[in-house]
């Protein structure tokens, strides 16, 4: 083997050393960069659940301060309903009968919440269970009638503009459309073992 013959081999045997060195290192910048990624989505989901976790303690909070309250007269014993017909004869009454609204809307005044959305999430949860918000739905279908058809409704979203006057109806809506699509998930959850 000549010398010139023995440094090319070394130099090709180099440069071959130095192309996979190269390759090696792009795969660890690429797996370093797809961490760097993941870990991003973590940060940012971390985040949105320690929100959540804030908003939920702060609820917690209004409600453990309220007064606890008054026993209401025997019409709003029920509340909140578990079944369809129950929660039907109850909105037909709201329309016929003015105290009948007149102590739903001071139950409802005693529900709590600093803001729109606390305040429509727990008027609704305090008048329509899970399990009923099961059987409504936000746009009629065979099956199922629409809260937009009942009295109880526009009494919930009268209730929460005059307690938040720069409210919109699209923020009230939100939050009673995410009521009714999210119950079987709550009742999923509670039923789930631990």
């Known amino acids: ?47 949105t659940l320690t929100e959540e976790v804030f908003m939920l303690r702060g609820e917690v909070r209004q409600l453990k301060s309220l007064p606890v309250p008054e026993p209401v007269a025997n019409n709003l014993q029920m509340l909140p309903f578990e079944t369809l017909p129950d929660f039907q004869d109850f909105d037909q009454k709201l329309l016929n009968e003015d105290e009948m609204r007149r102590e739903l809307k001071s139950k409802l005044k005693m529900v709590g919440g600093n803001d729109v959305p606390t305040f429509t999430r727990l008027a609704i949860k305090a008048v329509i269970s899970d399990k009923l918000a099961v059987d409504i739905t936000w746009r009629r279908t065979l099956e199922k009638p629409s809260i937009q058809m009942f009295s109880t409704y526009a009494i919930i979203k009268e209730m929460a503009v005059s307690k938040f006057p720069t409210s919109t109806e699209l923020d009230i809506n939100k939050v009673i459309q995410q009521y009714f699509l999210h119950a079987r998930d709550r009742i999923y959850k509670r039923q789930k073992p631990l």
């Open 1 to 47: 083997m000549d010398f010139n013959t023995g440094a090319d081999y070394l130099f090709e045997r180099i440069l071959k050393e130095l192309d996979m060195s190269r390759h090696r290192e792009d795969q660890i910048l690429k797996e370093l960069e797809e961490s760097r990624r993941r870990e991003e989505g973590t940060q940012r989901l971390l985040k």
